[in-house]
C-alpha cells in the first residue's frame, strides 16, 4: 500500500495565523472534498514564497496535498490542508496568501443582525379608520 506524504508549509516561529472566512462561492466550487468544510484565507509574510509555491505545485501535480502546520493561540501543532495559494508584494516583502479548508465545526457563524421594523407599522390599531 502506498503512502502519500503530503507538502508540508511549516510556520516555526510567529503568531499563530488569523483565518478569515472566505465570502465568494466561486472558491467553494473549485474545491470538493469528501469531509465537508468552509474555506478560510490567511496571509503570511515569507522570505522564501518562489521555493514554497514551487514544492507545492509539484505536490499538487503529483496529487499529493499541502498542508499548512502551524502553532495556534495555545502553541499546539495544527494542521489544516491548503487548497490555492499565491504570492503578492507589499512594501514590507512578500505574502503567501493561501486557502484552507476548515472544518466546519470550527467555522465561526456571525449571528445576523434582526431586521429593524416598526412594530406600529403592523399593528392594525395604528391606521385610524376614515
Known amino acids: 500500500m502506498n503512502v502519500i506524504e503530503p507538502e508540508y ?3 516555526i516561529e510567529g503568531p ?8 465568494s462561492l466561486w472558491l467553494q466550487s473549485v474545491y470538493e472534498g469528501p469531509v465537508d468544510a468552509a474555506l478560510a484565507q490567511c496571509e503570511l509574510r515569507t522570505a522564501n514564497g518562489d521555493d514554497i509555491v514551487e514544492r507545492c505545485q509539484a505536490a499538487w501535480r503529483e496529487r499529493r496535498p499541502v ?10 501543532r495544527q494542521e489544516v490542508e491548503v487548497v490555492a495559494m499565491r504570492l503578492r508584494e507589499v512594501e514590507e ?22 431586521d429593524y421594523y416598526d412594530e406600529d407599522y403592523y399593528d392594525e390599531d395604528y391606521y385610524d379608520e376614515e
Open 16 to 23: 499563530t495565523p488569523e483565518f478569515q472566512a472566505v465570502p
Open 93 to 114: 516583502g512578500t505574502v503567501l496568501v493561501l486557502w484552507v479548508r476548515w472544518p466546519l465545526d470550527e467555522v465561526e457563524v456571525e449571528e445576523e443582525e434582526e
Open 9 to 11: 508549509i511549516t510556520i
Open 67 to 76: 498542508l499548512l502546520d502551524f502553532p495556534d493561540d495555545l502553541r499546539m
